[in-house]
């Protein structure tokens, strides 16, 4: 189970004391390039296209598992969740990012996918 930070309005002294200290670990400036940004980009529109092909995804089984669809339905659905699993195959080689780059990690939610 995840802490909360504990915030005491008694002691804002040393509330502040604690954030400077982490301040001074963040680095004082980021160096960008073109190439990093663009990795970082896509790698962020991916993982969110990812998260939701696979919300996609796992609705669509539930549908085909139902009777709502028609044959024809669940045969435009397969081929059009292929489809998508294919281009994101070839997105993630273009930006020359794998399945486990997609996987973020949340913390003490743990990972994304």
Do not use: C, W
Request: proline share 5%; hydrophobic share 40%; glycine share 6%.
């Amino acid at each position: 189970m995840p802490q909360k930070p504990e915030i005491s309005a008694t002691a804002p002294e040393e509330f502040v004391r604690e954030l400077r200290q982490v301040a001074d670990l963040l680095p004082n400036r980021i160096n960008i390039d073109a190439q990093s940004v663009e990795q970082g980009l896509a790698k962020l529109v991916l993982t969110l296209i990812e998260f939701v092909r696979r919300l996609l995804e796992a609705q669509a089984l539930r549908r085909m598992e139902g009777t709502d669809l028609t044959p024809e339905q669940i045969e435009e659905l397969g081929l059009a969740l292929m489809k998508l699993e294919k281009r994101m195959k070839d997105l993630k080689s273009e930006f020359g990012l794998s399945d486990e780059d997609l996987n973020l990690n949340l913390g003490p939610i743990g990972r994304l996918m």
